[in-house]
T-cell receptor, first 112, second 114 residues
Framework: QKEVEQDPGPLSVPEGAIVSLNCTYS??????FMWYRQYSRKGPELLMY??SSGNKEDGRFTAQVDKSSKYISLFIRDSQPSDSATYLC????????????WGAGTKLIIKP | SAVISQKPSRDICQRGTSLTIQCQVD?????MFWYRQQPGQSLTLIAT?????????ESGFVIDKFPISRPNLTFSTLTVSNMSPEDSSIYLC???????????FGPGTRLTVL
């Protein structure tokens, strides 16, 4: 079993829909949780960063961490075709020397 | 955040040759990392580039194949040696900033080996 599980998709939704992307993990010691967005032929771009549990909102994006269920989510409201990309979750331990454990990435397609 | 550049952005190389990829950051950073990303796959960490000492390699990656240098706090190189078609991949440099426990990525180098 992988430490971080993420459905690779693709996930196809119509423009304007609310998108929910998810990752589950097995190590309860993870403390830092990140979402990266990667456009085709580009490097990953840090989208959201959360420490421990709770929600964090940034514009149309909301990151949610549920440590009791070992489950993290990224919600995208009012999705746009420009949101079409691969979304990777990553997480790390406290004092891990910045080492990240990655999900497989979910390919998201927003249809106009 | 940090601004990270990589050179070259892409290259097509012949089997058996070597390619050196450069990573430059616009500020001094705590840690620098090198990743490989094969088509349609997630990221695989190759090594942590340590300033002033040998890089720390992950399981499955060796210094003879992927020698790494980090002469200062803003620059690192990764060499892919004696290349084969299996080395065709995107190679990514990332950095960690002291204030934030996460990594920022460069644009990547797309390598094709014929």
């Amino acid at each position: 079993q992988k430490e971080v599980e993420q459905d690779p998709g693709p996930l196809s939704v119509p423009e304007g829909a609310i998108v929910s992307l998810n990752c589950t993990y097995s190590n309860s010691a993870f403390q830092y949780f990140m979402w990266y967005r990667q456009y085709s032929r580009k490097g990953p771009e840090l989208l959201m960063y959360t420490y421990s549990s709770g929600n964090k909102e940034d514009g149309r994006f909301t990151a949610q961490v549920d440590k009791s269920s070992k489950y993290i989510s990224l919600f995208i409201r009012d999705s746009q075709p420009s949101d079409s990309a691969t979304y990777l979750c990553a997480m790390s331990l406290m004092d891990s020397n910045y080492q990240l454990i990655w999900g497989a990435g979910t390919k998201l397609i927003i249809k106009p | 955040s940090a601004v990270i550049s990589q050179k070259p952005s892409r290259d097509i190389c012949q089997r058996g040759t070597s390619l050196t990829i450069q990573c430059q950051v616009d500020s001094q950073v705590t840690m620098m990392f090198w990743y490989r990303q094969q088509p349609g796959q997630s990221l695989t960490l190759i090594a942590t580039a340590n300033q002033g000492s040998e890089a720390t390699y992950e399981s499955g990656f060796v210094i003879d194949k992927f020698p790494i240098s980090r002469p200062n706090l803003t620059f690192s190189t990764l060499t892919v040696s004696n290349m084969s078609p299996e080395d065709s991949s995107i190679y990514l440099c990332s950095v960690a900033l002291k204030a934030v426990d996460t990594q920022y990525f460069g644009p990547g180098t797309r390598l094709t080996v014929l």
